[in-house]
């Protein structure tokens, strides 16, 4: 289960989902009067800030319009569609697709347009793209960050034009954009408490830290250690700065080669963890049987590498639906309160991880 949960669910979107059943339905016309508010509280019991809600969401989607004085009407179809851009790293990534496809899939049942940009992991060219949203004629945006600072610069930008806008896998640490986010900082417990278990007390951990979510799971690696009552070796963790084959090659027989080496790795994702296998079996080590392996996403490239890797698993689908839920929520406020300070549950929401026990870990 997840532990993104909108507190209010109950209280108005019955009501939402009850309308926009009859929209779709052949029972009312375009243009035709559908209530009042007042009519829909003595109808529902529900209370007018409950029902002003649920009518807001459907005047978000397009789908209802307010008439002062006379009520509420059904909208011609696509009389207010929502455009949308959902701008990812790289198709090609497991996390980017279903990312997309999670919130592809939630904004079309809501009627709204997306279009799905691809960087192919090019920062630069990202966030120029970013940089121009405010007068690309989108009426908001969900960005997979990039971990740049050109890019983060570009984020801050649309902050500063109240241009709706929703992170995915990133948390600005100095500025409050809406985000969603995976808890890696459980994610990395899971995985340093796995690791324990199966005997290593000698736990590396490879990745670039000045990235927040890579932090968390090191965080959460260091604490699993400490809660069992072993010391926490902070020189086992190792900054690759930027992700290149000689930085990952470097950090990993550094940790291989010591005169007291690592009995297992922690990588911060899967995709590096599966390209580190080629850098243990060049110091002559077998993965599972010298040197057990964790990764992190559950990407599918770690399900056939052999041995199948361990790792955590991210809900990047959900995230992603998540994330466009939030991002119609906030088109539907005006741009003076769409980054207002709020319950940080409105403003962030978090998924619960899962770990997933392969063969690249072996009890020692």
């Known amino acids: ?64 319009e307010r008439r002062p004085g006379k009520g509420v009407f059904v909208c011609h179809p696509g009389a207010a569609t929502r455009t949308v851009q959902v701008i990812i790293p790289n198709i090609e ?46 009426n908001g945006a969900i960005i997979t960050s990039f971990h740049h600072p050109e890019f983060a610069e570009a984020i801050c930008r649309l902050k500063m034009a109240d241009f709706p806008v929703v992170l995915v896998d990133e948390q600005l640490e100095d500025v409050n954009i809406p985000s969603v986010v995976a808890d890696n900082y459980a994610g990395g417990y899971a995985a340093g408490e796995h690791l324990l278990h199966a005997g290593h007390t000698r736990i590396g951990y490879v990745g670039p830290m000045q990235r927040r979510t890579v932090r968390h799971r090191a965080e959460g690696l260091r604490d699993a250690v400490l809660d ?23 950090a990993t027989h550094e940790l291989l080669r010591r005169e007291n080496p690592v009995s297992a790795i922690f990588f911060y994702c899967d995709v590096i963890a599966v390209q580190a296998y080629e850098y243990i079996e060049e110091l002559g080590l077998a993965v599972g049987r010298d040197v057990s392996v964790v990764g992190f996403d559950n990407d599918p490239s770690g399900a ?61």
């Open 1 to 64: 289960m997840d532990t993104c949960t909108d507190t209010s669910y109950q209280s108005y979107e019955s009501l939402t989902e009850e309308l926009r059943r009859l929209i779709s339905s052949s029972k009312v016309d375009v243009g035709e009067l559908i209530g009042t508010e007042q009519g829909f509280v003595r109808q529902t019991g529900l209370s007018r800030k409950s029902v002003r809600k649920a009518i807001a969401v459907l005047v978000g989607e397009g789908l209802l």
């Open 228 to 250: 069992a009552k072993r010391p926490f070796d902070r020189s086992l963790v190792r900054d690759t700065g930027p992700i290149t084959p000689e930085n990952l090659r470097a």
């Open 304 to 364: 056939y590498v052999r041995p199948n890797l361990t790792t955590v698993e991210q809900p990047w689908t959900r995230m992603g639906a998540a994330a466009m839920d939030m991002l119609l929520k906030q088109i539907q406020l005006p741009p003076a309160k769409r980054f207002e300070a709020g319950k940080p549950e409105e403003l962030h929401k978090s998924f619960e991880t899962r770990l997933i026990s392969r063969d690249s870990v072996r009890g020692v």
């Open 93 to 138: 990534f497991a996390s980017s697709a279903q990312i997309a496809r999670g919130a592809h899939t939630f904004g079309c049942s809501r009627g709204v347009q997306v279009q799905i940009y691809d960087a192919h992991v090019d920062a630069t060219q990202a966030a120029d793209v970013v940089k121009k949203l405010p007068a690309s004629g989108m």
